[in-house]
């Protein structure tokens, strides 16, 4: 019924950008939040950035590089992510939580995830 969809992975040097985006597609009434979450091989999935109404929050280890933002349609976020390290590596997936109607629960979707490798 709610679709995400990732876009912008990829290949990147270390020190260069890549800006990721999600577009969220289907039976929307309203999203309640949008997150980036990655998952690297041997680790547990976290969370990278979310955006909730006007507030945003960052896991300590991309504070100051990596900017979660939505488009003004509420069915886009975007991550921009900058100075990016090695450690950065993971496969990144699109969260949100959304409604599809009026007065009915929130739940959460997922995308399938992006691939971002970054060389050294």
């Known amino acids: 019924q709610v679709q995400l969809v990732e876009s912008g992975g990829g290949l990147v040097q270390a020190g260069g950008s890549l800006r990721l985006s999600c577009a969220a597609s289907?039976?929307?009434?309203?999203?309640?939040?949008m997150a980036w979450y990655r998952q690297a091989p041997g680790k547990q999935r976290e969370l990278a950035a979310i955006?909730?109404?006007?507030?945003?929050r960052y896991a300590e280890a991309v504070k100051g590089r990596f900017t979660i933002s939505r488009d003004n349609t509420k069915n886009l976020v975007n991550l921009q992510m900058n100075s990016l390290q090695p450690e950065d590596t993971a496969v990144y997936f699109c969260?949100?939580?959304?409604?599809?109607?009026?007065?009915?629960?929130?739940?959460?979707?997922w995308g399938q995830g992006t691939q971002v490798t970054v060389s050294s």
């Open positions: 969260n949100a939580a959304v409604q599809t109607f009026r007065g009915g629960p929130s739940r959460n979707y």
């Open positions: 289907g039976s929307i009434f309203s999203i309640n939040s």
């Open positions: 955006i909730d109404g006007g507030n945003t």
